[in-house]
C-alpha cells in the first residue's frame, strides 16, 4: 500500500455545480478524517469517520457538504451547489488509532469559478 | 477550544544553519503531537509524532521536543538544506467534547532555505 490516495487532483467548476471527491485510506487503517486548507491557513477538521460511521462533524460541514464511507473502506466528499468560498485544498488522512500517526493524502485542490 | 500557535510564520535562513520552530497549544489534554512538512500545492508529509509521555523524538538532523505542562513543542533542523525548504505544520490530537480525537493545526512556518 502507498498511502493515502486522493481523486482528483485537482477540480475546476463553475459557481452551482455539485463536485465530488475520493480518499481511499491506507488499507489497514479504520479511521479516516476531512480536512480544508485555504490558503496561508493550516488544515481545519470537517469530519471524522471510524469503520464506516461518521462520528462527527464540524461547524464548517454545512447543510451543503456530505461525506460518505459505505463500506468502512474508501470515502467520498460531495459539495453541492458550490460558491466559490468553497475553493480550498480538501485533505484526506487515515490513522490506525487515536494514538497513532495519521497519514495524509495529495489533497484536491478546488477552485471554484 | 484548542488552539495552536506557531512562530515564526516564515524564516529565511543559509544552508548549513541549525534552527528552531516553535509551536504552543492552549490546552495540555493531548494525545499526541505531530510535525508535518508541506510542499506548495502538496498535501502533508509526516516528520515527527510525540506521544503525550513523550519528551522528544528523532529522526534523522530532525529533533522535536516536548513540554505538554507548559504547551509547547520545538522543532530543530540541524544543518539546513535547500531541500528543506517548505512549510512545517504541527497539530494536536485532542479530544473534542463529544469525546473523539483529531488533530488541530497551527498556521505553519514558511522556511526558505538559501544555498
Known amino acids: 500500500d502507498t498511502g493515502v490516495s486522493q481523486d482528483p487532483r485537482h477540480k475546476i467548476t463553475k459557481r452551482g455545480q455539485n463536485v465530488t471527491f475520493r480518499c481511499d485510506p491506507i488499507?489497514?487503517?479504520?479511521?479516516l478524517y476531512w480536512y480544508r486548507q485555504t490558503l496561508g491557513q493550516g488544515p481545519e477538521f470537517l469530519t471524522y469517520f471510524q469503520n464506516e460511521a461518521q462520528l462527527e462533524k464540524s461547524r464548517l460541514l454545512s447543510d451543503r457538504f456530505s461525506a460518505e464511507r459505505p463500506k468502512g473502506s474508501f470515502s467520498t466528499l460531495e459539495i453541492q451547489r458550490t460558491e466559490q468560498g468553497d475553493s480550498a485544498m480538501y485533505l484526506c488522512a487515515s490513522s490506525l488509532a487515536t494514538s497513532t500517526e495519521a497519514f495524509f493524502g495529495q489533497g484536491t485542490r478546488l477552485t471554484v469559478v | 477550544k484548542q488552539e495552536v500557535t506557531q512562530i515564526p510564520a516564515a524564516l529565511s535562513v543559509p544552508e548549513g544553519e541549525n534552527l528552531v520552530l516553535n509551536c504552543s497549544f492552549t490546552d495540555s489534554a493531548i494525545y499526541n503531537l505531530q510535525w508535518f512538512r508541506q510542499d506548495p500545492g502538496k498535501g502533508l508529509t509526516s516528520l515527527l509524532l510525540i506521544q503525550s509521555s513523550q519528551r522528544e523524538q528523532t529522526s534523522g538532523r530532525l529533533n522535536a521536543s516536548l513540554d505538554k505542562s507548559s504547551g509547547r513543542s520545538t522543532l530543530y533542523i540541524a544543518a539546513s538544506q535547500p531541500g528543506d525548504s517548505a512549510t512545517y505544520l504541527c497539530a494536536v490530537r485532542a479530544k473534542l467534547n463529544s469525546g473523539y480525537s483529531t488533530l488541530t493545526f497551527g498556521k505553519g512556518t514558511m522556511l526558505l532555505v538559501s544555498p
Open positions: 488499507s489497514e487503517h479504520n479511521r
